[in-house]
């Protein structure tokens, strides 16, 4: 058949399709309306295979590639039903990935945890320390956030109650931010997610040495130990997906470096989502609960222990039945 | 701009396509090939200028409305910063068929390696790699890597498996000159025809020098006389098209 021809007798389709496809790009389109989409679709495609076969005008085949490049776009999704996906995830996909990770994670808490040890320890012992790694400014805001005779604690503390909201919003968009950047930084071959987990660690640290030196311990501890279950587990979450990229890169295995690293966001990603849910808990126990002080030491003491031991149960268990969510 | 065919000659031999540009083939389970042509370093650049003072404007708008709220306004502002720094990309890119605002102004789109609109993953993975792409300053990292990638990628693209392309313009047609069909005077292969169809397709962008240089290449082989080589070639394509 000659090119002229051809063009004649699917002309009406081709721009009937176009019509079909502008009005799906702007999302305007129903079930109804596109019963005939797949069909016509693969019909488009086999005239172009057929064009290019045959041998027509690059313009006529042009026009046909854009009409299937449009159509595939419309056709293929990587999506599924994102509700019934992030409720599976939270009730069993989460912690089996943390789970099947745990050389990442363990690496991650040894460094995070290890340095915040080590430094508070030092701290307590030889208080100068503190100078090290914090500038006198800073030692004393700290001082003043978790001064005894306060009546609220934390950062914002010199403000009344009605401020809950903006440090909410500041420890989602401060924590948050950490998280990522101890997560991204990991593409520099692991190095920039130890600097981070290292470096925060250190300063936590060194903040809780100082501050039970000098006799704040008591505010201080029933301050962080609520939200800290959620908070510090959280950036050694993010921190294990950043060593999860690095690693890709220094030891690929079978693939190439690109495809290896391919392979380790998709897993790493998941697993930084999930750390961002706990610093958005974290934000809300950190804002509405840990701030409060008319309840006793002992209670935040007693929910903080209960915290802790719901974060690393059900990090360590949800999930492992027989009948687990998919 | 013209997306020039592959030589037929490697499809006869099944070896590997090679284009002369940097056009890149996603095979479809039609069995057709998309053609896909990646974003270089420039209009990427330019995008990201643009989507930046959007982000500036935006946040220069809400630190004035949220600075008269007060003390709820410094806890909204604190989120929608937040929104604004690390999810803009994503959520434009997601949910308006991968393009953000500045990607929309200069014809681009973000797409998965094989050819579908980028995911929630894909988006979150590349924008959030950002951070490490613009390491130690300026970009420095993600322009080295785009530059020494076939298709362009920064870092946050390959790990994420992402491309960004060009959206597809708009066919133009053009009219082929009005000349008489005639046959040709001896038989042409594929790619032959194909190369008469698009001379006289190309025509009106051409010089009428270089029109009659390019056919009289041809003058020889076709036999014909060198004088009338661009009339004799569009008669030629006209009768091979209809």
């Known amino acids: ?67 299937t490049l449009r159509g595939h776009q ?21 912690p089996q990935l943390v789970r099947s990770q745990w050389r990442f994670v363990l690496a991650a808490a040894l460094c995070f945890y290890g340095g915040l040890l080590l430094m508070g320890l030092l701290v307590y012992l030889v208080p100068e320390l503190v100078y090290s790694v914090m500038d006198p400014a800073q030692v004393q805001s700290m001082e003043s956030m978790y001064d005894p005779d306060a009546s609220r604690l934390g950062r914002f503390a010199e403000r009344g109650s009605s401020e809950d909201w903006a440090m909410f919003g500041y420890y989602i968009m401060n924590n948050i931010g950490i998280a990522f950047q101890t997560f991204a930084s990991g593409l520099l ?55 999860q990229l690095g690693w890709a890169l ?72 027989a009948h687990a969510p998919d | 701009m013209s997306l020039i065919a592959p030589p037929a000659s490697a499809n006869r031999t099944g070896a590997p396509q090679t284009l002369l540009d940097t056009s890149l083939r996603v095979e479809t389970p039609e069995g057709i090939d998309l053609l896909l042509r990646p974003a270089g370093l420039v209009p990427r650049a330019l995008a990201f200028s643009i989507d930046l003072a959007i982000r500036g404007a935006i946040l220069l708008m809400l630190y004035i409305a949220l ?63 950002r951070f490490v792409d613009m390491l130690p300053f300026g970009y420095t990292l993600g322009i080295l890597s785009c530059l020494n990638n076939p298709a362009f990628k920064r870092l946050g693209d390959m790990a994420a498996g992402t491309l960004v392309v060009y ?24 790619d032959e025809q194909r190369a008469i169809i698009a001379f006289a397709e190309r025509q009106s962008s051409l010089s009428s020098a270089r029109r009659e240089e390019l056919a009289n290449i041809l003058a020889g082989p076709l036999g014909i006389p060198a004088e009338q080589a661009v009339t004799r070639l569009n008669g030629i394509a006209r009768g091979l098209l209809t």
């Open chain 1, 250 to 321: 220094l030891a690929p295995g079978r693939h190439t470096r690109s495809e290896a690293l391919r392979l380790a966001a998709q897993l790493a990603i998941r697993l930084l989502c999930g750390a961002a849910l706990f610093l958005l808990i974290a934000a809300f126990v950190e804002a509405y609960w840990s701030s409060m002080t008319y309840t006793g030491a002992a209670v935040k003491y007693a929910v903080g222990a209960g915290l802790w031991l719901l974060v690393l149960a059900y990090l360590g268990f949800a999930g492992r039945g």
């Open chain 2, 67 to 129: 600075g008269l709220l007060g003390e709820l306004g410094a806890g909204l502002g604190a989120i929608l910063l937040f929104l604004v720094t690390w999810w803009y990309m994503v959520l434009f890119e997601v949910l308006n068929q991968g393009r953000s605002p500045g990607k929309m102004l200069l014809g681009l789109r973000v797409i998965h390696d094989d050819g579908t609109p980028v995911g929630w993953a894909a988006s979150l993975t590349r924008n959030l790699l």
């Open chain 1, 1 to 67: 058949m000659k090119q002229a021809a051809f063009e004649k007798r699917h002309q009406a389709s081709w721009q009937r399709f176009a019509r079909q496809l502008t009005a799906l790009e702007r999302g305007k389109l129903s079930g109804k309306d596109c019963q005939s989409f797949a069909s016509d679709y693969r019909l488009i495609c086999q005239q172009q295979a057929l064009a290019e076969a045959r041998g027509y005008s690059n313009q006529l085949i042009e026009r046909l590639q854009q009409l």
């Open chain 1, 189 to 243: 071959f692991g190095l920039g997610s130890l600097f981070f987990l290292m470096f925060n660690g250190l300063l936590i640290g060194a903040v809780a040495g100082h501050l039970s030196q000098i006799g704040y311990g008591e505010t201080f501890w029933s301050f962080v130990v609520g939200h800290g279950a959620f908070e510090l587990n959280a950036i050694v979450l993010a921190g294990a997906a950043g060593l």
């Open chain 1, 74 to 94: 419309q056709f293929y999704r990587h999506r599924s039903h994102l509700g019934a996906r992030l409720i599976a995830f939270l009730l069993g996909g989460f």
């Open chain 2, 167 to 190: 959206r597809d313009l708009p066919a133009v047609t053009c009219e082929l000159p009005q000349e008489a069909a005639e046959p040709s005077p001896i038989a042409l292969s594929r």
